[in-house]
């Protein structure tokens, strides 16, 4: 997509391992981190995408014109609220035992997938001949809620299953940096 993928090395890290070594890359302990040569680490996809941009030359998944670029930032935040309110239902469930989950802030939660899925299932975006940061941040979400979630969100949401396997068929990265497990 960006013709980077020679110079970019992609390794398994785990989150919850306190010896992984994304914890001494990022004191956040937070999945993705991009190591650059000279040992600087970057973290937020936000960040790395914005370097990958730059070292492909700029424009290319962050749009200089602005109509474009607002656009694709207003779907990477969309997508972004999706990942974040994901990942908050995945940690009550993973660090609360059931009996101490909290309704409210679950639904709370799930509201906001629901209803930002609902949304864009109702005008999925367009693909780009290069896809933009909010196209990678939503191929990013969904295939996060196939991950954790199981693809439920796949039978009320065919137009967005179809936008997904467009954005996979045309970005190959994607499926080779699926997670495993």
Request: hydrophobic share 45%.
């Amino acid at each position: 997509m960006l013709g980077l993928g020679r110079d970019i090395a992609i390794e398994p890290a785990d989150t919850m391992n306190a010896g992984d070594s994304v914890r001494q890359q990022n004191p956040l302990g937070k999945i993705p981190a991009l190591l650059l040569e000279d040992g600087t680490v970057l973290f937020d996809s936000r960040v790395i995408l914005e370097y990958l941009d730059h070292r492909a030359g700029g424009g290319r998944i962050l749009p200089n014109d602005a109509d474009a670029r607002f656009s694709a930032l207003r779907l990477q935040a969309l997508a972004d609220g999706v990942m974040d309110a994901s990942v908050l239902l995945v940690y009550e469930g993973r660090w609360r035992p059931a009996e101490r989950h909290e309704p409210k802030w679950v639904d709370h939660q799930a509201g906001k997938v629901a209803r930002t899925l609902t949304a864009l299932e109702a005008a999925p975006p367009a693909l780009t001949a290069t896809p933009d940061v909010g196209q990678i941040a939503l191929a990013c979400a969904l295939g996060y809620r196939d991950f954790r979630f199981e693809g439920t969100w796949r039978r009320d949401h065919p137009r967005l299953v179809a936008w997904l396997d467009a954005f996979a068929a045309r970005v190959p990265a994607f499926a080779a940096t699926k997670p495993q497990g």
